[in-house]
């Protein structure tokens, strides 16, 4: 259903809105059929015997003079005048009500016909069988049309007011949904410190404790799995040192094995920075505006230390954007490290707009072998180092420590073949910081 809402609160909102609706709509018949109605027929009875009565002594071919009329008029307050004359004082402007006209033929016995107008005062016409051609002119005292207006005025408001009262009633039940949900985006970015108040129906006060009993679950494997990794770290360091010291005390005639063993154990403990690096940065950090020009150059300068060519292109209006300037800078140099690992030749670096203008784009490219269409998005999972072309070495998190940084930003990764050959790397960074709801 196109026009249903999805949310809850807009299901609940027109949910109750159709019926009262529906309550509203049968009321109104209701009160038509069973209140204005029987009214106006008790009327038109009243009215039938009055008529009868101005009619009792009435004969054929007798004509109704002024002062015949005027008669009726001070006694009854009814008024008999001719076809013209009824034209004349608004029989023109009412209208004729079969219903009504059919019950007031029952009464005189014989065709009658009933006319209401309802321009001014509620007018009653009558055109009796006793006298074709005249029209007994009823003005009614009393009830007026501004009954019905006042009676749809009091439908309306009981349905407008009815709606707001569902309105806010559906916004109070949702309220503690909403704190739930913006809770569950912080404890989705790492944030575990938000816990929510235990608020609103049985139901959702049994969702909201276990879901704070879930965040503070997670919160704890957290930590240990941070300690774990600390203490892991610490107790590899420990050995590995040891024996880069009794390297160093090996003969020169085994230069070529300790050497060896020496980048061995430099790719050990750059491993084991990789592993820390990703536990680092598994939560939100407070941003600040910097100038990411600045940024990129600053590290495209210390990698030219590498002797591979680096050159940088930016687009001098970017200016500055909110962000982490040691994570950015993790970001940067594992891409240009991954580029110059994979790739042979010199390397691109580029920052511009993104089509929109609404992300500010950093941009690595190499000329190497690329990466399979089919391998392009699972290279970001941890431990994953894409196809064999591109080797195997490191750890297998530099995409992952590169995603995990830019999903912290609000930001993009987007890694793409080059059709002349090579990767294209892109991050893209929001020029405004997103900052989870409150």
């Given at each position: 259903m196109g026009m249903f809402p999805r949310s809850a609160f807009g299901q609940t909102v027109f949910l109750v809105a159709a019926l009262l609706l529906i309550n509203q709509i049968v009321s109104y018949v209701t009160v038509s059929l069973y209140v204005v109605k029987p009214t106006i027929e008790q009327v038109n009875l009243m009215l039938a015997k009055q008529i009868k009565t101005v009619f009792i002594d009435w004969e054929d071919g007798v004509e109704i003079n002024d002062e015949v009329s005027e008669k009726f008029f001070e006694i009854t307050g009814i008024k008999v005048m001719t076809q013209r004359e009824a034209m004349r004082n608004g029989l023109g402007q009412s209208r004729e009500y079969s219903?009504?006209?059919?019950?007031?033929?029952?009464?005189?016995?014989?065709?009658?016909?009933?006319?209401?107008?309802?321009?001014?005062?509620?007018?009653?016409w009558v055109e009796a069988p006793q006298a074709p051609g005249y029209w007994v002119k009823v003005p009614l005292i009393g009830f007026k049309e501004n009954n019905?207006?006042?009676l749809t005025f009091y439908l309306s408001s009981i349905g407008f007011l009815s709606v707001l009262g569902g309105w806010l009633f559906a916004r109070h039940l949702n309220r503690p949904?909403?704190?739930?949900?913006?809770?569950?985006?912080k404890v989705s970015v790492g944030d575990f410190s938000t816990k929510v108040g235990e608020q609103g129906s049985t139901e959702v006060i049994e969702v909201t404790r276990a879901f704070n009993q879930m965040s503070r679950g997670i919160a704890e494997l957290e930590n240990d799995r941070?300690?774990?990794?600390?203490?892991?770290?610490?107790?590899?360091?420990?050995?590995?040192?040891?024996?880069?010291?009794?390297t160093e005390m090996m003969a020169d005639t085994d230069e070529f094995l300790r050497d060896g063993i020496i980048y061995d154990i430099e790719d050990m403990n750059g491993i084991i920075d990789q592993f820390i690096e990703y536990l680092r940065h598994h939560k939100r950090e407070e941003l600040i505006c910097e100038?990411?020009?600045?940024?990129?150059?600053?590290?495209?300068?210390?990698?030219?230390?590498?002797?591979?060519?680096?050159?940088?292109?930016?687009?001098?209006?970017?200016?500055?954007?909110?962000?982490?300037?040691?994570?950015?800078?993790?970001?940067?140099?594992?891409?240009?490290?991954?580029?110059?690992?994979?790739?042979?030749?010199?390397?691109?670096?580029?920052?511009?707009?993104?089509?929109?203008?609404?992300?500010?784009?950093?941009?690595?490219?190499?000329?190497?072998?690329?990466?399979?269409?089919?391998?392009?998005?699972?290279v970001f999972e941890p431990f994953k180092q894409g196809d064999a072309a591109r080797g195997s070495e490191g750890s297998g998190l530099g995409l992952a420590i590169i995603k995990r940084i830019i999903d912290m930003h609000d930001g993009k990764v987007k890694l793409s073949?080059?059709?002349?050959?090579?990767?294209?790397?892109?991050?893209?960074?929001?020029?405004?910081?997103?900052?989870?709801?409150?």
């Open positions: 219903g009504l006209s059919r019950s007031m033929s029952e009464q005189l016995d014989g065709f009658s016909r009933v006319r209401i107008s309802q321009t001014g005062p509620l007018i009653y019905l207006e006042f949904l909403k704190a739930l949900q913006q809770a569950a985006i941070r300690l774990l990794m600390a203490g892991v770290s610490h107790d590899l360091r420990t050995p590995l040192t040891r024996i880069r010291l009794a100038d990411i020009n600045a940024l990129v150059a600053e590290v495209v300068h210390s990698e030219l230390q590498h002797q591979r060519l680096i050159t940088f292109k930016s687009n001098p209006n970017i200016g500055k954007i909110p962000l982490s300037i040691v994570a950015i800078k993790r970001v940067i140099t594992n891409m240009i490290g991954n580029a110059r690992r994979y790739s042979e030749g010199d390397i691109e670096v580029l920052s511009y707009f993104n089509s929109n203008k609404k992300y500010a784009v950093i941009e690595v490219k190499d000329n190497g072998p690329g990466i399979p269409e089919s391998e392009l998005e699972s073949n080059r059709p002349e050959g090579g990767l294209s790397a892109k991050v893209y960074l929001p020029l405004k910081h997103i900052s989870p709801k409150e």
